[in-house]
Protein backbone atom coordinates (compact mmCIF):
# COMPACT_ATOMS: atom_id res chain seq x y z
CA UNK A 1 0.00 0.00 0.00
CA UNK A 2 0.98 3.52 -0.62
CA UNK A 3 -0.26 6.56 1.58
CA UNK A 4 -0.30 10.39 0.43
CA UNK A 5 -1.14 13.35 2.59
CA UNK A 6 -3.82 14.98 0.81
CA UNK A 7 -6.00 18.00 2.19
CA UNK A 8 -9.71 17.00 2.84
CA UNK A 9 -10.34 20.65 1.00
CA UNK A 10 -8.90 18.84 -2.17
CA UNK A 11 -10.85 15.76 -2.11
CA UNK A 12 -13.99 18.39 -2.22
CA UNK A 13 -12.87 20.42 -4.90
CA UNK A 14 -12.42 16.90 -6.84
CA UNK A 15 -15.24 15.65 -6.38
CA UNK A 16 -17.59 18.78 -6.63
CA UNK A 17 -16.45 19.20 -10.15
CA UNK A 18 -17.53 15.42 -10.94
CA UNK A 19 -20.69 15.15 -9.33
CA UNK A 20 -22.89 16.24 -12.46
CA UNK A 21 -21.24 13.47 -15.02
CA UNK A 22 -20.01 11.15 -11.63
CA UNK A 23 -22.58 7.89 -12.47
CA UNK A 24 -21.53 7.89 -16.39
CA UNK A 25 -17.50 8.36 -15.96
CA UNK A 26 -16.72 4.61 -15.33
CA UNK A 27 -18.41 1.27 -16.51
CA UNK A 28 -18.48 0.09 -12.92
CA UNK A 29 -20.53 2.93 -11.37
CA UNK A 30 -23.64 1.17 -12.51
CA UNK A 31 -21.82 -2.34 -13.19
CA UNK A 32 -24.90 -4.46 -12.23
CA UNK A 33 -22.48 -7.18 -11.63
CA UNK A 34 -20.50 -5.51 -8.98
CA UNK A 35 -23.44 -4.17 -7.36
CA UNK A 36 -25.31 -8.05 -6.97
CA UNK A 37 -21.92 -9.10 -6.06
CA UNK A 38 -21.85 -6.53 -3.32
CA UNK A 39 -25.71 -7.30 -1.98
CA UNK A 40 -24.71 -11.10 -1.74
CA UNK A 41 -21.91 -10.45 0.41
CA UNK A 42 -23.67 -8.25 2.90
CA UNK A 43 -26.76 -10.93 2.34
CA UNK A 44 -29.43 -8.66 3.99
CA UNK A 45 -32.86 -10.23 4.77
CA UNK A 46 -35.08 -6.99 4.28
CA UNK A 47 -34.77 -5.51 8.43
CA UNK A 48 -31.47 -4.08 8.37
CA UNK A 49 -29.66 -1.06 9.29
CA UNK A 50 -27.46 -0.12 6.81
CA UNK A 51 -24.49 2.07 6.42
CA UNK A 52 -23.30 3.57 3.40
CA UNK A 53 -19.90 5.50 3.54
CA UNK A 54 -18.80 7.85 0.86
CA UNK A 55 -22.84 7.25 -0.20
CA UNK A 56 -21.64 9.46 -3.13
CA UNK A 57 -24.44 9.87 -5.88
CA UNK A 58 -26.36 7.15 -4.26
CA UNK A 59 -25.42 4.21 -6.85
CA UNK A 60 -24.61 1.24 -3.89
CA UNK A 61 -27.71 2.24 -1.66
CA UNK A 62 -30.29 2.40 -4.67
CA UNK A 63 -29.25 -0.79 -5.34
CA UNK A 64 -29.61 -2.21 -2.03
CA UNK A 65 -32.78 0.13 -0.74
CA UNK A 66 -35.18 -2.70 -1.23
CA UNK A 67 -33.55 -5.59 0.93
CA UNK A 68 -32.94 -3.22 4.10
CA UNK A 69 -35.09 -2.04 6.38
CA UNK A 70 -33.02 1.62 6.60
CA UNK A 71 -30.46 3.07 4.92
CA UNK A 72 -28.24 6.13 6.45
CA UNK A 73 -25.36 7.21 3.43
CA UNK A 74 -22.58 9.19 5.13
CA UNK A 75 -20.26 11.50 2.90
CA UNK A 76 -18.30 15.09 2.73
CA UNK A 77 -19.42 16.45 -0.23
CA UNK A 78 -22.90 17.90 -0.83
CA UNK A 79 -22.87 17.98 -4.18
CA UNK A 80 -22.26 14.44 -4.99
CA UNK A 81 -25.06 13.51 -2.53
CA UNK A 82 -27.79 15.90 -3.47
CA UNK A 83 -28.45 13.08 -6.04
CA UNK A 84 -28.32 10.51 -3.31
CA UNK A 85 -31.47 11.12 -1.53
CA UNK A 86 -33.90 9.14 -2.95
CA UNK A 87 -31.57 6.45 -2.84
CA UNK A 88 -31.62 6.85 1.41
CA UNK A 89 -33.57 7.10 4.68
CA UNK A 90 -31.46 9.54 6.15
CA UNK A 91 -28.15 11.47 4.86
CA UNK A 92 -25.43 12.79 7.34
CA UNK A 93 -22.65 14.96 5.88
CA UNK A 94 -19.67 13.73 7.83
CA UNK A 95 -15.83 12.84 7.73
CA UNK A 96 -15.84 8.83 8.25
CA UNK A 97 -12.77 9.35 10.22
CA UNK A 98 -15.30 10.35 12.97
CA UNK A 99 -18.82 9.19 12.53
CA UNK A 100 -21.27 10.78 14.92
CA UNK A 101 -23.32 7.37 15.55
CA UNK A 102 -22.84 5.72 18.53
CA UNK A 103 -21.59 2.21 19.00
CA UNK A 104 -23.43 -0.69 17.19
CA UNK A 105 -26.06 1.50 15.34
CA UNK A 106 -25.68 -0.79 12.56
CA UNK A 107 -26.24 -4.03 10.96
CA UNK A 108 -24.43 -3.47 8.16
CA UNK A 109 -22.07 -0.78 6.41
CA UNK A 110 -20.76 -0.84 2.73
CA UNK A 111 -18.05 1.21 1.24
CA UNK A 112 -17.70 1.88 -2.75
CA UNK A 113 -14.05 3.34 -3.40
CA UNK A 114 -14.34 5.64 -0.28
CA UNK A 115 -11.84 4.28 1.86
CA UNK A 116 -8.95 5.58 -0.63
CA UNK A 117 -9.77 9.13 0.33
CA UNK A 118 -9.82 8.86 3.83
CA UNK A 119 -7.37 8.73 6.84
CA UNK A 120 -7.35 4.19 6.77
CA UNK A 121 -6.88 3.18 10.22
CA UNK A 122 -9.27 5.89 11.29
CA UNK A 123 -12.17 5.08 9.11
CA UNK A 124 -11.97 1.75 9.65
CA UNK A 125 -11.79 1.80 13.34
CA UNK A 126 -14.61 4.12 13.05
CA UNK A 127 -16.38 1.73 10.87
CA UNK A 128 -16.49 -1.85 13.54
CA UNK A 129 -17.18 0.99 16.00
CA UNK A 130 -20.32 1.49 14.81
CA UNK A 131 -21.55 -1.91 13.15
CA UNK A 132 -22.90 -4.30 15.90
CA UNK A 133 -21.34 -7.23 16.92
CA UNK A 134 -21.81 -10.31 14.45
CA UNK A 135 -22.62 -7.56 12.07
CA UNK A 136 -20.47 -7.42 8.14
CA UNK A 137 -19.05 -4.77 6.82
CA UNK A 138 -17.70 -4.94 2.88
CA UNK A 139 -15.28 -2.59 1.20
CA UNK A 140 -15.05 -2.20 -2.61
CA UNK A 141 -11.64 -0.88 -4.00
CA UNK A 142 -9.86 -0.42 -7.18
CA UNK A 143 -6.32 -2.70 -6.63
CA UNK A 144 -3.05 -3.19 -8.24
CA UNK A 145 -2.97 -7.30 -9.11
CA UNK A 146 0.29 -7.35 -6.95
CA UNK A 147 4.43 -6.04 -7.24
CA UNK A 148 4.58 -6.39 -10.64
CA UNK A 149 1.76 -3.53 -11.54
CA UNK A 150 1.91 -1.62 -9.03
CA UNK A 151 3.74 0.94 -9.67
CA UNK A 152 2.85 1.95 -12.89
CA UNK A 153 -0.95 1.34 -11.68
CA UNK A 154 -0.42 3.37 -9.01
CA UNK A 155 0.66 6.35 -11.08
CA UNK A 156 -1.98 5.33 -13.85
CA UNK A 157 -4.46 6.56 -10.57
CA UNK A 158 -2.63 9.23 -9.19
CA UNK A 159 -3.16 11.32 -12.61
CA UNK A 160 -6.18 10.36 -12.94
CA UNK A 161 -7.54 10.98 -9.26
CA UNK A 162 -5.19 13.64 -7.46
CA UNK A 163 -7.55 13.54 -4.41
CA UNK A 164 -6.92 9.75 -3.62
CA UNK A 165 -4.52 9.41 -0.41
CA UNK A 166 -4.46 5.24 -0.19
CA UNK A 167 -3.36 3.20 -3.28
CA UNK A 168 -4.13 -0.43 -2.27
CA UNK A 169 -2.50 -3.78 -3.92
CA UNK A 170 -3.95 -7.17 -3.68
CA UNK A 171 -4.68 -7.91 0.05
CA UNK A 172 -4.07 -4.72 1.27
CA UNK A 173 -7.52 -3.81 2.70
CA UNK A 174 -7.98 -7.56 4.04
CA UNK A 175 -4.76 -6.84 6.21
CA UNK A 176 -6.20 -3.10 7.37
CA UNK A 177 -9.32 -5.26 7.91
CA UNK A 178 -8.12 -7.61 10.52
CA UNK A 179 -6.48 -5.09 11.88
CA UNK A 180 -9.54 -2.93 12.61
CA UNK A 181 -10.47 -5.88 14.79
CA UNK A 182 -12.12 -7.54 12.24
CA UNK A 183 -12.92 -11.30 11.95
CA UNK A 184 -13.98 -13.61 8.94
CA UNK A 185 -12.35 -11.65 6.43
CA UNK A 186 -12.10 -12.34 2.92
CA UNK A 187 -11.12 -10.87 -0.22
CA UNK A 188 -13.46 -11.59 -3.72
CA UNK A 189 -11.74 -10.37 -6.86
CA UNK A 190 -13.68 -8.41 -9.52
CA UNK A 191 -12.44 -7.54 -12.99
CA UNK A 192 -14.02 -4.23 -14.71
CA UNK A 193 -13.04 -3.98 -18.18
CA UNK A 194 -12.83 0.05 -18.86
CA UNK A 195 -12.55 1.85 -21.85
CA UNK A 196 -9.79 4.52 -20.72
CA UNK A 197 -10.75 7.01 -22.26
CA UNK A 198 -13.90 7.12 -20.90
CA UNK A 199 -12.90 6.47 -17.36
CA UNK A 200 -10.29 9.16 -17.87
CA UNK A 201 -13.01 11.83 -18.69
CA UNK A 202 -13.85 12.35 -15.08
CA UNK A 203 -14.47 16.24 -15.69
CA UNK A 204 -12.26 17.00 -12.56
CA UNK A 205 -8.79 16.77 -14.28
CA UNK A 206 -6.93 18.44 -17.47
CA UNK A 207 -6.33 16.92 -20.36
CA UNK A 208 -2.28 16.82 -19.49
CA UNK A 209 -3.20 14.33 -16.68
CA UNK A 210 -5.22 11.86 -19.10
CA UNK A 211 -2.05 12.25 -21.68
CA UNK A 212 -0.23 11.06 -18.61
CA UNK A 213 -2.17 8.34 -18.00
CA UNK A 214 -2.03 6.83 -21.84
CA UNK A 215 1.24 7.31 -21.61
CA UNK A 216 1.97 4.95 -19.15
CA UNK A 217 -0.13 2.38 -21.08
CA UNK A 218 1.53 2.93 -24.42
CA UNK A 219 5.12 2.35 -22.57
CA UNK A 220 3.86 -0.57 -19.86
CA UNK A 221 5.87 -3.47 -18.67
CA UNK A 222 5.15 -6.80 -20.47
CA UNK A 223 4.08 -7.75 -16.76
CA UNK A 224 1.88 -4.54 -16.41
CA UNK A 225 0.55 -5.41 -19.90
CA UNK A 226 -0.42 -9.20 -19.11
CA UNK A 227 -2.08 -8.31 -15.78
CA UNK A 228 -4.48 -5.92 -17.17
CA UNK A 229 -4.66 -7.78 -20.55
CA UNK A 230 -4.05 -4.36 -22.03
CA UNK A 231 -5.85 -3.59 -25.48
CA UNK A 232 -4.59 -0.84 -27.50
CA UNK A 233 -6.33 -0.55 -31.00
CA UNK A 234 -7.44 2.11 -33.09
CA UNK A 235 -6.30 4.74 -31.09
CA UNK A 236 -8.03 3.09 -28.06
CA UNK A 237 -6.80 1.65 -24.77
CA UNK A 238 -8.53 -0.66 -22.56
CA UNK A 239 -7.83 -2.12 -19.10
CA UNK A 240 -9.18 -4.88 -17.22
CA UNK A 241 -9.14 -2.89 -13.92
CA UNK A 242 -9.47 -5.66 -10.30
CA UNK A 243 -11.66 -4.63 -7.21
CA UNK A 244 -11.29 -6.13 -4.56
CA UNK A 245 -14.22 -6.77 -2.64
CA UNK A 246 -13.33 -7.18 1.30
CA UNK A 247 -15.37 -8.62 3.68
CA UNK A 248 -15.15 -8.71 7.34
CA UNK A 249 -17.68 -8.98 10.38
CA UNK A 250 -17.33 -7.74 13.83
Not at 72 to 91: F, S, Y
Not at 140 to 164: H, K, M, Q, S, T
Not at 205 to 211: F, K, Q, T
Request: a negative charge; one cysteine or more; hydrophobic letters at 40%.
Amino acid sequence: MKTLHIPRDLVQEHFSARAATYDGSSFWCTDQAILERIRGLLAPTGTERLLDVAVGTGLVSRHLKPHVGHITGLDINEDMVDQARDAVDELVISPGETMPFDDGSFDLIVCRQGIQFMGLDAVLAEMVRVLKPGGRMVSIDLAAYGDDDRVEYFEILRLRNPARRNFFARGDVAAAFLAAGCSQVATHDHVSVEDVDVWSDNGAIAESRREGIREVYRNASPAFASLHSVQLADGRIVDHMLFELTVGTK
